[in-house]
């Protein structure tokens, strides 16, 4: 029997979902069960996360992904494990995902929903046991039922979310996810296989005193972006950059702080892309009342014209990132 100090905290995400999808007499359960199978292959790749020195899954897979990055074999096992879970799950129709070039078609036309992945975010970090995650969208198709999914269906501005979340494998492994009414975290108990509801109605600070950017590109970065690192200095911020991501999100998301990866001279549009890394963020980050911008505009606004495209992303606490815009926008 657990012990008080280890006894979950809250409600299970299974029934959590129940209990929300109650609140509308019209839904019809789909999306639900989609959650259930995205937080399923979840528990698969913590277990193989968590084996991953015993495994022989660490290192690369020996090929390159249509990024251009070396795929790491656990980037390929994840991309295979939620590809199937959608798949069997039978309530996607289409996914695009980080490591694959084109659109998935999930063999189930009739299903109503489109998911847009990273299987696992921050694969830089895998072999040295640092933090990773995965991050996704999920949004209504706008092509018929019954039909292949279509390019129209993917490239659908992140306004339209109809939910996002991101998993982090961590010291413990959570799942946080907005249906568009606020954030809500929840904490895998592996003895159980379940999720506990461990962060209700997550919020995010006005402002902070972290700030998250690989410096190392300095020298490459827009002047306003400079400047604000210097303002950060002066007023002698922490500087924190797990080179994950979703683990720099979410730190952020609970002390507050600013992330950025601005356009640099290797990424003059910027590293992250926006389907799969920046909707699903800015989604999470605005229902938690922060803010999201590619540095003028605000990401959620972002008519996608290619999958894999790249977008600036600066995100946080709203405070910190129109501080950053301003400098931005002084250097214009
Ligand atoms: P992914 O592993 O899904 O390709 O994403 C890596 C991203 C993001 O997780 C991280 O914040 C950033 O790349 C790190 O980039 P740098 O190593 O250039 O700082
Ligand atoms: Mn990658
Ligand atoms: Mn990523
Ligand atoms: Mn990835």
Do not use: W
Request: with cysteine.
């Amino acid at each position: 029997m657990l012990d008080r100090f280890t006894a979950p905290v809250g409600t299970t995400l299974d029934r959590f979902i129940a209990q929300k999808q109650e609140q509308f007499p019209y839904a019809t359960g789909e999306l639900s069960q989609l959650l259930r199978d995205i937080a399923l292959a979840s528990k698969i790749i913590n277990r193989e996360i968590n084996r991953a020195g015993l495994s022989g899954i660490e290192g690369a897979a020996g090929q390159e992904n249509v990024q251009g990055e070396s795929q790491q074999k656990l980037d390929v096992v994840a991309d295979v494990r939620f590809t199937r879970a959608l798949q069997k799950g039978g309530e996607t129709c289409g996914i695009v995902s980080e490591e694959c070039d084109n659109i998935i078609d999930t063999g189930n036309p009739h299903a109503k929903y489109i998911v847009a992945i990273d299987p696992l975010d921050g694969s830089s970090n895998i072999d040295v046991n640092v933090l990773v995650g995965t991050i996704f969208s999920i949004y209504r198709r706008k092509s018929p039922i019954g039909t292949p999914p279509t390019m129209q269906d993917m490239l659908q501005e992140g306004t339209e979310q109809v939910a996002a979340g991101y998993v982090l494998y961590g010291s413990s492994t959570m799942l946080v996810y907005s249906t568009g009414y606020g954030v809500n975290g929840f904490t895998y108990e592996p003895s159980l296989g379940e999720y506990f509801l461990s962060h209700p109605g997550m919020k995010i600070k006005d402002t902070g005193n972290i700030y998250s950017i690989n410096e190392g590109g300095y020298y490459s970065f827009p002047q306003g972006v400079r400047d604000y690192i210097d303002y950060c200095k002066e007023e002698e911020y922490s500087g924190r950059y797990i080179g994950s991501l979703v683990g720099d999100f979410h730190r952020n998301m609970l002390k507050g702080g600013i992330y950025i990866y601005p356009a640099t001279s290797k990424y003059q549009k910027g590293k992250l892309r926006l389907l799969y890394e920046c909707n699903a963020l800015s989604f999470l980050a605005e229902q938690a009342g922060g803010m999201a911008t590619d540095g003028s505009r605000r990401i959620l606004n972002i008519k996608p014209t290619e999958l894999h495209q790249r977008t600036p992303f600066f995100v946080g606490s709203p405070k910190m990132v129109q501080k950053a815009m301003d400098f931005l926008n002084e250097e214009e």
